[in-house]
């Protein structure tokens, strides 16, 4: 088998547990030939990007996940999250994502966070997507679990890894438990769907439980979800095998990953992003940089900046999108620039709501600078709650 795309069509007709099989392993088959064709720069951060699957994206700007600690204690969405992510759909974002919702309980890694686990969750998500939807913008729930960096008085229980990890006192996940893990990152998928979301992103990054399974320094496990990079990467094609299954054929799926730190190796990092695309089941992959524009850590690919190692990768149709310090009009011309199709905003975008559309309307807006004043995040759409919680994040709010 060389290239192995899966259609639509043929995703469709999953119907048995040995299909499933079949498409985890397309992801791991080594004479794979990636797709050519990658989407050139763009000239216009305003020109619009269509996916493999699910709607449009009408420009450029996706809001980054942001974990804004504003839900309620048992993972529903508040009135004030609502209000804070909508703003941004309506400022113009081209895709509003979730901050990181928990797909299981014990995967809850901070105070006030959005969870996915529960059926009783989906209407307050739902109407969400409504009102996200209605502007134009793409809605995606980002699916997560804390792993060994939960806290264990968050949520009363020992927090769990996949080994047991002496650092934080998390206990390793018995076989039956990852199937579990899994399947409720898929169960948490199919709740996105029936509420509505375009897609979901998995949260493959910043050393949370798929990242500490794709880690060598973390996982030593010695069942097949250990060992070889194959099998430190089957939690995720997994995941991603079953919510194709069990998911309308337009549903859209991505998936975040990390490039270095966190226990992640970069040529091992590109070799999985390789597999997704080639898979042809990922529409999306959203490489959290922290830095753009930076030089990797690792000596061996010192030289060209995060950004366009990833950018010179083949993907096919598959996007690509970068998150870390993309503050003026200028970065996000320079990621479009370097052949990234979607510029994704973070702390710039809790400064203004609307920055697509002030943009839009005034080629030389220029955004604010921190520190700001926790007024201007109360005019942006801040709860006090969040505003407290970005008190933390250094020079954030002016005292
Ligand atoms: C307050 C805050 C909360 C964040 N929460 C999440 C999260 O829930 N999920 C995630 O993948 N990344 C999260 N990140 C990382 C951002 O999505 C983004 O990748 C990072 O902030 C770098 O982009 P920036 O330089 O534009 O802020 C968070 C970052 C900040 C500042």
Known sequence: MGICRIT???LANLATCGEVINVVQCFFDPLRSFPIGQTQGVKSPFEPVSFL????????????????????????????EHRWLTMRAHGGFGM????????????????????????????????????????????IVQLHHGGNRVPEALNNMTPVCPSDDP????????????HQLRDDFIAAAVRAEKAGYDGVQLHGAHGYIICQFLSSDINHRTDEYG?????????LVEIIAGIRAQCADHFHLSVRLSPERFGMVMNEIIEVYGWLVDSGQVDFIDMSLWDSFKEPNEDEHKGRSLMEIFAELPRGEVRLGV????????????????????????RVAILHHDYPNLLRNDAGFAPRH???????????????TFITYMSTWKGFVSD
């Open 370 to 384: 921190i520190p700001v004043s926790a007024q201007t995040l109360a005019e942006e759409g801040l709860s006090d």
């Open 96 to 139: 509003t994502m979730t901050a990181a919702a928990h797909v299981q309980e014990i995967g809850r890694a901070f105070p006030g966070q959005l969870g996915i686990c529960r059926d009783d969750q989906i209407p307050a998500l739902a109407k969400m997507a409504d009102e996200i939807r209605s502007t134009g913008s793409i809605a």
């Open 8 to 10: 639509d069509t043929s």
């Open 323 to 346: 998150a870390g310090k993309i503050h003026e009009p200028a970065d996000v011309q320079r990621v479009l620039d370097a052949g990234v199709d979607i510029a994704i905003l973070g």
């Open 227 to 235: 060992g070889s990079l194959e099998n430190r990467a089957r939690l």
């Open 53 to 80: 699957r699910g709607p449009a994206m009408p420009n450029r700007f996706m809001l980054a996940p942001l974990t804004n600690q504003q839900s309620h204690d048992d993972g529903t969405l508040s009135a004030e």
């Open 167 to 178: 650092d934080t006192g998390a206990r390793a996940l018995s076989n039956a438990e990852v």
